[in-house]
Nanobody, 116 residues
Framework: VQLQASGGGLVQAGESLRLSCRASGRILSLNSMGWYRQAPGKQREMVADITSGGSTNYADSVKGRFTISRDNAKNTVYLQMNGLKPEDTAVYYC???????????WGKGTQVTVSS
């Protein structure tokens, strides 16, 4: 399974970005799909995830500003990020759990930079 993320960039505080991540390859089923981020000098953290049934989970720091969604027909997960803050600056990685055993796959990451 390969993951291709897109949509990162440089924006000013308060602006929005939408990240996309498409899974391709030999896919039996996509279970949880999610987004993580890693800022310089910090550990990778979960931002949001969504189950195959559509249940979502968010980090407290992004609740009310970010929305995760998925298009199962396109094997794609999205992250709509509104009201971006400088502390959201990080490399964002998409993650999927595939198949019966929930194999973990990671995308290469896309940079999000928010200037103040």
């Amino acid at each position: 399974v390969q993951l291709q993320a897109s949509g990162g960039g440089l924006v000013q505080a308060g602006e929005s970005l939408r990240l996309s991540c498409r899974a391709s390859g030999r896919i039996l089923s996509l279970n949880s799909m999610g987004w993580y981020r890693q800022a310089p000098g910090k550990q990778r953290e979960m931002v949001a995830d969504i189950t195959s049934g559509g249940s979502t989970n968010y980090a407290d720091s992004v609740k009310g500003r970010f929305t995760i969604s998925r298009d199962n027909a396109k094997n794609t997960v999205y992250l709509q990020m509104n009201g971006l803050k400088p502390e959201d600056t990080a490399v964002y990685y998409c993650n999927v759990q595939e198949g019966y055993y929930g194999m973990d796959y990671w995308g290469k990451g896309t940079q999000v930079t928010v200037s103040s």
